[in-house]
């Protein structure tokens, strides 16, 4: 491996947040607003990870942004899924790894459904969230929504519930999703236990479950996994969830089983000074520099 390729697309696409605040299509321009402030710290095109003690050397790393996806019906959603999977798709016929710059959550069925075409074996999902998103149809969102991409996928050949981990979830839900958590074999891993079993830990169990019998691993950043206090420009918050730390450290420990990643419902909108932007840009670092690590300095190739 010569160099890591991550390819950056942004779904400017809000039009399913029938249940939280809209104002999430314009979190990828505002993400990359604050990972230019922070990678203008650059030298010698390195970076330095203040947190690990090393830097991260991008002439070993081709990021490559491919804009938005400005051309995406919004009369209906599903035609508008299967538009921004064409362009995810291209991405990775370029040889690039998806990074996917949301857009409200139901983006991520375009992700799952590009990721479903292109891959030639079984697909794991890690998904951080703070909602199960297990909703079988909405008479307000239909089918193809942010609360229900998760169901979508299991519904997919190569999505087994078994090799789903949701983390995050928390709060008060439908009694139909403890149903089918139950029946299917998905697994749930909520703040509470993360915080009682620490986040290295909970990333090998992660790690272990979704990789089980697969070829690909999709993940998945929800924003509002984290605690209200840390995000405060969300679609939809929820008390006591993950701390920053706790979900930085399992997505550079993730980072290198990972073949395609989104960030969404950052929401400008509901933000204060683009804070949340700016705790989503940290994240999409620390996912770069845990691939990074793994890759170049764990092998001895830095």
């Known amino acids: 491996m010569d160099k890591l390729k991550f390819g950056m697309i942004g779904l400017n696409y809000d039009t399913e947040a029938g249940r939280g605040w809209p104002g999430a299509r314009y979190a990828p321009d505002s993400i990359r607003k604050m990972l230019s402030g922070i990678m203008n710290r650059m030298e010698e095109n390195k970076l330095f990870d203040v947190?690990?003690?090393?830097?991260?050397?991008?002439?070993?790393?081709?990021?490559?942004?491919?804009?938005n996806t400005d051309n995406i019906v919004h009369y209906d959603n599903l035609q508008a899924q299967k538009d921004m999977a064409a362009e995810i798709k291209k991405?990775?016929?370029?040889?690039?790894?998806?990074?996917?710059?949301?857009?409200?959550?139901?983006?991520?069925?375009?992700?799952?459904?590009?990721?479903?075409?292109?891959?030639?074996?079984?697909?794991?999902?890690?998904?951080?969230?703070?909602?199960?998103?297990?909703?079988?149809?909405?008479?307000?969102q239909g089918r193809y929504s942010g609360s229900s991409e998760i169901r979508r996928a299991t519904e997919m050949d190569k999505y087994?519930?078994?090799?789903?981990?949701?983390?995050?979830?928390?709060?008060?839900?439908?009694p139909e999703h403890y149903h089918f958590i139950k029946n299917s074999g998905m697994t749930i891993i909520t703040p509470k236990e993360v915080y009682a079993n620490g986040a290295a830990a909970t990333a090998e169990k992660i790690k272990e479950i979704?990789?089980?019998?697969?070829?690909?691993?999709y993940m998945t950043v929800d924003i509002d996994a984290l605690d209200m206090a840390y995000a405060l420009g969300s679609g939809g918050q929820e008390p006591a969830g993950l701390n920053h730390f706790q979900l930085s450290d399992m997505i550079r420990r993730l980072a290198p089983v990972v073949d395609a990643i989104d960030f969404v419902e950052v929401n400008p909108m509901t933000d204060h000074r683009e804070l949340t932007s700016h705790?989503?840009?940290?994240?999409?670092?620390?996912?770069?520099?845990?691939?990074?690590?793994?890759?170049f300095i764990e092998q001895g190739r830095s």
């Open 51 to 67: 947190c690990n003690n090393y830097l991260v050397d991008y002439d070993k790393i081709d990021l490559k942004d491919f804009g």
């Open 91 to 140: 991405v990775m016929d370029e040889g690039y790894k998806p990074l996917i710059l949301g857009g409200d959550h139901s983006i991520t069925n375009a992700g799952f459904m590009a990721m479903h075409e292109k891959a030639d074996g079984k697909i794991g999902i890690i998904d951080f969230d703070a909602h199960l998103d297990l909703k079988v149809e909405s008479p307000v």
């Open 160 to 174: 087994d519930p078994k090799n789903i981990v949701e983390i995050g979830p928390r709060g008060y839900n439908y």
């Open 210 to 217: 979704v990789t089980d019998g697969t070829d690909y691993v």
């Open 279 to 295: 705790v989503a840009a940290n994240l999409i670092l620390d996912y770069i520099s845990g691939a990074y690590y793994a890759a």
